[in-house]
């Protein structure tokens, strides 16, 4: 054919579809029996994307091109074709996809206590290829770990914030979540203790270890010459508590080989040659999270048709959850009939949220053995893994 389409427009219809339209050919022009018309698209901001062609009949003036990226600008040039072959194909036209919600949170966020009531945290973007539209904000909230309740949401533009008027010396979950034109996306985390209005103070530096301070009994209180500290330190989940004694120059310790993500309830008192002065008020501290120290219990599953297995699992025994568990990650991959990896088969994944405990793996080859493990998340990363083996019918 030697006339080139013309008229053509491009017009996104959601953040992963553009509907294009474009004016028939002169009929004289197709020199030939018009099959006809070959559609090129590409996203050239994503330079590992191929030119993709699509074919329509001679009587389509119209095509709906789905499944594209978010908020990607895409070309669209236009060529008819008859037996022989296309003709020049038409200018490119280039339009971007609509916004859509951001699929990845703000990465590296991290936070500190500012006074006994304000906290401080920042973060930073979301990946690039996760934001799929223009970051308007962020969206910060502070829920008091002991109750549940967000005290404090607010809307910020910077990539950081400071939450004030909270309760002193409490545990709050801190989460931000980036927002697009079109909605919020999916939240990331971070727990933050308050200061404490006291002379004794601690905060977690590990899944294990916690880190005390506390200031000198001023020299005109010590009504004597002093010896010590003593501080007795409880974990919350037991009945007995544990003591350790400091010299007089001392004022920091660092508690090790604590049970992890446990809360413990401390105090201490100086003591001088006549015996102890009053008590410090108990502060309550926890240990950081770290990794499940076990897999999901009793992962198993059974074929559920003839592409798909259906998979459960139990929760990780509490006391080896290590922390709040996130989501579950699935990985599977077909191996021989004795458990054995397959050359050239590669592993897939699939993530659940963290009340989920069963799921159906679908899109999987008839009559072939399949490796299933289930590992547990929390924010520190992965379990160890729960496997097993089936197959599909």
Known sequence: PQEVPNNITSVATNSTALNVTWAHINALNWYGNPLGYVINYSAPEVPADPWINITVAPDNSSVLLVSLRKYKVYCVTIAAYNRIGSGNFSEPVCVRTLEDVPTAPPESVSGHNISSTAISVSWSEVPEDHKHGVIRGYKVWATRIETGEIEKMMIVCMKTANVTGLYKYREYNVTVAAITSIGIGPPATVFIWTDQDSNFRGQPISSTRLRLQWEPVPLLLTNGEMVGYILEYNNTNKSIADNATYPTIQTEVTLVDLHKFNYYQLRIVAYNVMGFGPWSDYITLRTDEDVPERPPANSSGNA??????????????????????????????????????????????????????????????????????????????????????NICE
């Open 304 to 389: 559920d048709g003839p592409t798909s297995i259906f998979v459960e699992w139990k929760p990780v025994p509490f006391d080896y959850r290590n922390g709040f568990i996130t989501g579950y990650k699935l990985i599977y991959r077909a191996v021989s009939s004795v458990g054995r990896p397959l050359y050239g088969e590669p592993s897939f994944q699939l993530l659940v949220g963290p009340h989920v405990l069963d799921k159906v793996i679908q899109n999987l080859k008839t009559f072939t053995t399949y490796e299933v493990q289930v590992i547990a998340q929390t924010i520190k990363g992965d379990s160890e893994v729960s496997t097993f083996v």
